[in-house]
Nanobody
Framework: VQLQASGGGLVQNGGSLRLSCAAS????????IGWVRQAPGKEREGVLC????????YYTDSVKGRFTISRDNGKNTVYLQMNNLKPEDTANYYC????????????????????RGQGTQVTVSS
């Protein structure tokens, strides 16, 4: 199982990025997929999650109204659209999921994920 996040980069305050989470060895549409971020010196935090049924759950209030999550099951990919980016969004972002009977549902506890991908760095300049 491999997850690979991509799409990060350096953007100015107010800019946009779309992150992609592509998978191999697993069919993502069977699971809830979460996006988690970690900034240097800070704790890991769950940002947003999409359940197997397509429902979004926000875990970070500061991204509401700016970030959205979606999935394209045909491409086995989950996206994180980030608009109006702010310097405090600077972090390494990765996607993750958990298996088992809870795998279809989102979790607020990022330590519960069983698989996580390589992250992609997002840097927002002020």
């Amino acid at each position: 199982v491999q997850l690979q996040a991509s799409g990060g980069g350096l953007v100015q305050n107010g800019g946009s990025l779309r992150l992609s989470c592509a998978a191999s060895g697993v069919t993502l549409d069977a699971y809830a997929i979460g996006w988690v971020r970690q900034a240097p010196g800070k704790e890991r935090e769950g940002v947003l999650c999409i359940s197997r049924d397509g429902y979004s759950t926000y875990y970070t209030d500061s991204v509401k109204g700016r970030f959205t999550i979606s999935r394209d099951n045909g491409k086995n990919t989950v996206y994180l659209q980030m608009n109006n980016l702010k310097p405090e969004d600077t972090a390494n972002y990765y996607c993750a999921f958990r298996v088992g009977h809870t795998g279809a549902h989102c979790t607020s506890d990022s330590t519960e994920y069983d698989y996580r991908g390589q992250g992609t760095q997002v840097t927002v300049s002020s």
